[in-house]
């Protein structure tokens, strides 16, 4: 079942309660260990414990006026604590706060991600275990090459996302960094007892070294791999596109009851979906090279990064979160016309048998280049003619010399080129143990 909240959720990720919430707690959390560290005193923590809070309208006032992010939430939260607010932000810099915080966004934005991942991971499974010998004809450069089934196609984007999740796992746990390292990361003002304990509590590891702010290499890993991801997805819709040609037809995305495909032309039913991801995977892709773009910065810091990751990464994580909802229902719904594809497969009169010709030619001591000529030139009347493929050979000496009737007539049958499908779907993870896992 699609989970048709997790985009509300994942906007609520990045709104400006979540952001300052999180930016409270890793603050509270410092004092935390600062009083662990004997410096802050117990009372102290205990009211700022019980006091602190913040009002977003009023941060967003106080920074008109001070044209600083952190200052004005410090400022907030302090009207609310009184003088023991003086504790609050102890030997810390505001990137400390900034970019522990934001790591905490990505990770909670990167839980949601993967659960759309695994949701469209276990769809694809089913389609493809479903469409497993629904033979279908395969292309190369848009032409007829020779027999897959709908069922490799599905299991082709199975293995895919596979990949993708594997890559998301590792741009997530590498997001899921903390730093507290004070001004220039040089731990001179803070210990590094309060990174660690901070960290710990917030479920991220800490960074081996920083320089007042984390490396944006790891933001770019994370970006990057959204972009991947979208482009897979891309690349199914395209597939989608082109097999929903007039032409072609053999799938098609659900046409709901009332819907309109085009102002002028009542007839049209439109792959608007695929078109639309199609696009926006465009914009994944040209995030993430805002993101290169990121990593170089000044000596320790400057904030050039920040303008930018201030849109991208909110934006590109609510955006595949729809890419994925969205693709995920078009494929629950897809719709296969196999008639269609038995159409299509017939339509060039058996010359999709045209290599196993050649080869059972070639098995019969005939030489490569002789065999090619022959099987290319009777395919070659075939193509202009459009008669029977098998016909036109049974007509050939050259080739009857060679092979009988009976041979002929067990090469042109579409059950040889499902002899491996099962072993490429085990390989694949799709029948075997892992199914029954996948199953469940």
């Known amino acids: ?69 952190v200052i004005a939430f410090l400022t907030n939260v302090g009207e609310y604590v009184g003088l023991d607010s003086r504790f609050i932000h102890l030997g810390m ?22 659960n759309d991942l695994a949701r469209l991971k276990k769809l694809l499974f089913k389609k493809a275990l479903k469409y497993k010998y629904l033979t279908m004809i395969g292309r190369t450069h848009g032409v007829h090459a020779e027999p897959i089934t709908l069922g490799l196609k599905f299991a082709l984007w199975y293995d895919e996302m596979n990949r993708n999740i594997d890559r998301w796992k590792r741009a997530v746990e590498n997001i899921s960094i903390g730093q507290i390292s004070g001004a220039v990361g040089s731990y001179e003002h803070i210990s590094p007892f309060v990174e660690k304990y901070v960290c710990g509590k917030l479920g991220l590891k800490t960074t081996n070294i920083s320089t007042q702010i984390l490396q944006r290499d790891r933001h770019a890993e994370y970006m990057s791999t ?26 098609e995305e659900y046409f709901s009851e009332g819907q309109k495909g085009s102002s002028a032309m009542p007839h049209k039913k439109n792959p608007i979906t695929s078109e639309r991801l199609s696009g926006l995977a465009r914009v994944l892709r040209g995030n993430a090279l805002a993101s290169f773009e990121n990593i170089p910065l000044w000596h320790e810091r400057d904030i050039s990064h920040s303008s930018v990751e201030r849109i991208i990464i909110p934006d590109s994580t609510i955006l595949m979160d ?95 080129s ?21 199953r469940k």
């Not at 810099?93 to 993967?114: F, N, P, R, W, Y």
């Not at 395209?238 to 799938?251: A, C, G």
């Not at 296969?336 to 059972?360: A, H, R, Y």
């Open 1 to 69: 079942m699609i989970n048709r909240y997790s985009r509300k959720e994942m906007v609520s990720i990045w709104s400006e309660e979540n952001k300052f919430r999180i930016w409270l707690h890793i603050e509270i959390l410092a004092s935390e260990a600062q009083c662990r560290l004997g410096l802050v005193p117990v009372k102290s923590l205990n009211i700022i414990k019980s006091r602190a809070r913040f009002d977003v309208k009023k941060i967003m006032k106080i920074e008109e006026k001070v044209k600083h992010d």
């Open 93 to 114: 810099t505001s990137s400390d706060v900034i970019d522990t915080a934001l790591s905490v966004q990505m990770k909670q934005a990167g839980e949601i991600i993967h």
């Open 226 to 251: 959204l972009a991947i991801i979208a482009s897979s997805v891309e690349k199914f819709t395209t597939e989608i596109r082109h097999l929903q040609k007039t032409e072609t037809l053999e799938l």
């Open 322 to 416: 729809y890419i994925l909802n969205q693709f995920t229902s078009l494929i629950e719904k897809i719709v296969v016309n196999e008639d269609n594809i038995k159409k299509n497969l017939e339509l060039t009169n058996g010359l999709l048998f045209s290599q196993t010709v050649l080869l059972k030619l070639i098995e019969k001591k005939m030489r490569r280049e002789e065999a090619y000529k022959i099987v290319q030139t009777v395919a070659m009347k075939c193509w202009k003619e459009k008669v029977s493929f098998l016909n036109l050979l049974k007509e050939d000496k050259n080739v009857m010399k060679y092979l009988n009737d009976s041979e002929l007539k067990a090469i042109f049958n579409y059950d040889n």
């Open 418 to 438: 499902k002899k491996n499908v099962d072993f490429i779907f085990k390989r694949t993870g799709l029948i075997g143990k892992k199914q029954k896992q996948e």
